[in-house]
């Protein structure tokens, strides 16, 4: 299992307790690049992924953890655990990761597009 960010191995994975889901989560850290990671087996739960990654980014304080902005205080990323067109239906595992900081911007950036509606 490769990290979603650096694509390095990821360690072991250990249940971590100081999120929002009760009985903990799955996951841990990127030894490469500091990312915090969740294994979702489901395949389903993304939004309460990118929950209890927020609270291990927050050192566990939840109320931090909500204050949080995806995209702008932090970018998360995931992955199939199966790589390959027959992983990459909507309900195969994934990894889900966390790193802090702003998006890094691309190099070559696109013209973007204005929304109509928004
Ligand atoms: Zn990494």
Redesign the pocket.
Same mark, same amino acid.
């Given at each position: 299992m490769g $990290?979603?960010? &650096?694509?390095?191995w990821?360690p072991k994975p250990t249940t971590i307790m100081t999120v929002f889901t009760g009985g903990g989560a799955l996951g841990g850290n $990127?030894?490469? &690049?500091?990312?915090f990671f969740v294994f979702e087996e489901s395949g389903r739960l993304g939004g309460q992924a990118t929950m209890d990654l927020q609270a291990m980014a927050a050192d566990g304080d939840l109320d931090r953890a909500l204050t949080l902005r995806p995209g702008i205080d932090c970018e998360i990323r995931k992955k199939h655990l199966n790589d390959g067109e027959r992983g990459r239906n909507p309900t195969s595992p994934k990894v889900w990761?966390l790193k802090m900081g702003p998006p890094v911007p691309k190099l070559k950036p696109k013209p973007r597009r204005v929304k109509d509606s928004g």
């Open positions: $990290c979603p960010f &650096c694509y390095e990821l $990127c030894t490469e &690049c500091g990312a990761a």
